[in-house]
């Protein structure tokens, strides 16, 4: 994973909404993430957080739970940090 991938992936304003919920640093169910969006593009964003290594998803029988992957905020804190910072300070 690089700088330009993480930047690409949370330069899209539904995967910095989930960012944003991810930020506690707590595991969430995937239903917990509202995005005003078509019933296939949370998939899309999810899938694009996940392969950009941001994101962690863990199946629990049929749930799928979605944290942070502490790895990448370690390996890009400045940048992670201000970004989540950004996204939680918006109204």
């Known amino acids: ?3 330009a991938e993480v930047l690409s992936a949370l330069g899209d304003p ?3 909404r989930i960012v ?4 506690d640093r707590r595991e969430h169910p995937r239903g917990d993430f509202h995005v ?7 998939s899309h964003h999810m899938k694009t957080l996940r392969e950009t290594g941001l994101t962690y998803h863990r199946m629990d029988g049929t749930r799928c739970f979605v944290s942070l992957r502490e790895e990448t905020l370690a390996r890009f804190p400045s940048v992670l940090n201000s970004v989540l910072e950004a996204c939680t300070a918006q109204p």
């Open 1 to 3: 994973m690089s700088l």
């Open 20 to 23: 944003a919920v991810l930020a």
């Open 14 to 16: 539904v995967r910095l």
């Open 36 to 42: 005003d969006v078509g019933p296939s593009a949370p």
